[in-house]
């Protein structure tokens, strides 16, 4: 099952911050530590590089995330031109309070009330954008809610006579090329339920916590996870936790609901679901993949072709 979201007003949000990039010095995206790669939306860096405008990726959560896998992503982004990565949780002031020192280095003529220095924050939905606002501001003016899509248009806010501050709404793109990816942000709660069957997602989640984090697992429900799938796992987390319907059979549904909220609230412990050597090992694969295809068709184009049109053998 392939998972898409790109609501109506996404199409104008992307808009609106094609035309503010002409007028920000930093791009300050925002990803989900425990899927940095998942959760960065390629309309967010084909727009910034258009405009060459340098990027602070802030990895947010990362109190969530595995962080001997975080630091994998670190080392990974800051090796890249233009980019200066973090690892924070924009729900700590002291976390917060580093980001617009770090952003500073990238536009180091904006720097003075003539020149003040001009950042946006871009990310998908809920990924912690407009937590990170209020906490640079240190008062509420953004809404947060746990539903992706609570942001629906941009504000500007002057942090300081040489700082200001662009909001966005989250951004999604249209198609989402990886089906992984999909489930990757469904599970972590950057996609519309209404776009989602949480039993299909957590029995994805499910095997991908029994393949890296089976400990963790086993610790959490208190079972035996040697041999299950995702499938299995929700099972018996709908049995350890009595997710029954009317005649005693299970609630399969409540028992995703479960291992989704219990993966999104941390109680499963310090997890990744992404790391910079899957992640490649999936491209690869998905080039592949790619190629293959491209080689079936242009055979069967020729398998399929009139006597006349066969190129003649060399």
Known sequence: MSIQWFPGHMTSARKKAAESMERIDVVIEVLDARLPEASSNPMIRELRLHRQRPCLKILNKADLADPAVTAQWLAYYNAQKGVTAVA?????????????????PLAPHRNDRLKPLR????????????????????????????????????????????????????????KIEH??????????HAIGRNAVIDEAVANFLGGLLLARYPALVAARY??????????????????????????????????????????????????????????????????AEVAAKAAAKAAGEVDNAAPDEVPPAE
């Open 222 to 287: 208190k079972i035996d996870v040697a041999g299950l799938d995702g499938p299995a796992l929700v099972e018996a987390v709908a049995r350890r936790r009595g997710c029954l319907v009317k005649g005693g059979g299970l609630d399969i549904e409540k028992a995703s609901l479960v291992l989704l909220q219990d993966y999104r609230d941390g109680a499963l412990g310090r997890v990744s679901l992404e790391t910079p050597t899957t992640r490649q090992a999936m491209m690869e694969a998905h080039a």
């Open 88 to 104: 924070l949780s924009c729900k700590k002031p002291g976390d917060v309070a580093k980001v617009v020192g770090l952003c500073r």
């Open 119 to 174: 950042m946006m924050i871009m990310g998908i939905p809920n990924v912690g954008k407009s937590t990170l606002m209020n906490a640079l501001l240190k008062k509420r003016v953004a809404k947060v809610g746990d539903e992706p899509a609570v942001t629906k248009s941009q504000q500007a806010i002057d942090l300081s006579p040489t700082a200001s501050l662009i909001d966005t709404p989250g951004m999604m793109w249209p």
């Open 179 to 188: 089906d992984s990816d999909g489930y990757m942000l469904a599970a972590s």
